[in-house]
């Protein structure tokens, strides 16, 4: 292989600057041809006829089994392709072009020394890009080679940009997870309980009013438990606050594994108070659920020397189910859950009250 000089005496093989080539030639020489010949008179006809060109740099490689890596080495954007050479065809060596991921894109002319059809045909279906008979026109040759230059560099400059869109999809793609699951992760937060971990008040309102409105679709019926831990005051004052946070963190624990239900939601609705939402859920089954809630709790056995319902922390419990209509809202429940509450705390606390706010308390569970 030997590299031809150009007229302005730049060593061979350097490699000019094509960034912003488009449409630029006066910003240096951005088509970069390689004419791969065996002829060393040919190489030089075509020389002479580039030499002036300042947007054209010309390399010569006169060995084929050179021309791929010479193609490669140069970074050429035009390949002027010899058929007839010694020891490799010129058509065996376009396929060889096409075949190398590197040289896959690279226009080829093919340099033929026949204006024949069929050779024609050949080449096209080889991978040739254009065909001209040699020696060529110098204007027509000019032309060939900056409109192959010129549509190669534009490929290759859409293939960067795609690359680097790409690439910043799979970054965005990566930033839109990470919000996503900052999200879920911050919604998961904001409506839970930083003490206990249960479902914060907030939480409760807006699953409340989901399930009453999925209660009157359904028709079904809702249940609402409220529970108070029993001289909690007096638990603090005995045993320190630090001592009376771990208790509400053992009781919101032991009333979160009682219910079992997806549907089913204990939240702490403030302070040593607890929410129970129960849907689809009959009076008598929510006080099943909070019968079983003042046995886990007892349980429990955590001391409190100074209740007056039990040596041990209890609860207190009121019970209010509805079936839910659209004239009224989820205040009735509540109301009649926070009733029955107090009234179970003025019955001797450690008790549940039952209520069915559509006709008297149905059931007293307290001594
Ligand atoms: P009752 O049996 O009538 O419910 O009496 P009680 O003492 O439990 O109720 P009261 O409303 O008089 O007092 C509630 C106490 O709960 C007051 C407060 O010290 C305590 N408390 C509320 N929130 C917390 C908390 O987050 N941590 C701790 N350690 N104590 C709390
Ligand atoms: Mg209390
Ligand atoms: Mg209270």
């Not at 035009?78 to 490799?88: A, G, N, S, T």
């Not at 403030?270 to 003042?294: H, N, Q, Y």
Request: hydrophobic fraction near 35%.
């Amino acid at each position: 292989m030997t590299t031809e000089t150009d007229t302005n005496g730049e060593a061979p093989g350097k490699v000019s600057s094509r960034e912003g080539a488009l449409g630029c030639a006066d910003e240096g020489r951005w088509a970069i041809v390689l004419l791969v010949d065996d002829q060393a008179m040919v190489a030089e006809g075509i020389r002479r006829m580039l030499a002036d060109e300042p947007d054209i740099e010309f390399h010569y490689c006169s060995d084929p089994k050179q021309a791929v890596r010479e193609a490669v080495a140069v970074k050429a954007t035009v390949i002027l392709q010899d058929l007839v050479m010694p020891d490799i065809d010129g058509m065996t060596l376009v396929r060889f072009y096409r075949n190398n991921p590197t040289t896959r894109d690279i226009p080829i002319i093919v340099l033929s020394s026949k204006d024949d059809p069929t050779i024609k045909s050949d080449a096209f279906a080889n991978g040739a890009t254009d065909y001209l008979v040699k020696l060529p026109e110098k204007i027509e040759l000019l032309a060939r080679i900056r409109a192959h230059a010129k549509s190669y560099l534009a490929l290759k400059e859409r293939d960067t940009a795609f690359r680097a869109m790409k690439k910043m999809q799979g970054q965005l793609s990566a930033i839109n997870n990470e919000l996503a699951h900052s999200n879920r992760e911050l919604k998961r937060l904001s409506s839970m309980d930083g003490l206990t971990g249960l479902a914060n008040r907030r939480q409760f309102d807006e699953t409340l009013e989901q399930e009453w409105q999925r209660a009157i679709r359904s028709e079904l019926p809702l249940s609402l438990l409220f529970a108070d831990i029993d001289y909690f005051k007096r638990y603090n004052d005995s045993y320190g606050h630090q001592a009376g946070d771990d208790c509400l963190k053992k009781v919101a624990d032991s009333l979160q594994k009682t219910v079992h239900r997806p549907a089913d939601l204990v939240s702490r609705y403030g302070g040593e108070e607890f929410v129970m939402i129960l849907p689809d859920t009959i009076s008598e089954g929510a006080l099943t659920i909070a019968e079983k809630m003042l046995k886990n709790i007892a349980d429990l056995k955590v001391p409190h020397k100074n209740s007056d319902s039990a040596d041990h922390v209890t609860l207190s419990i009121g019970v209010a189910t509805l079936y839910p209509e659209e004239s009224s809202g989820t205040d009735e429940l509540i109301k009649t859950a926070d009733k029955m509450l107090y009234k179970a705390k003025e019955n001797g606390r450690n008790c549940i009250e039952v209520a069915h706010p559509r006709t008297a308390p149905i059931k007293s569970a307290c001594p």
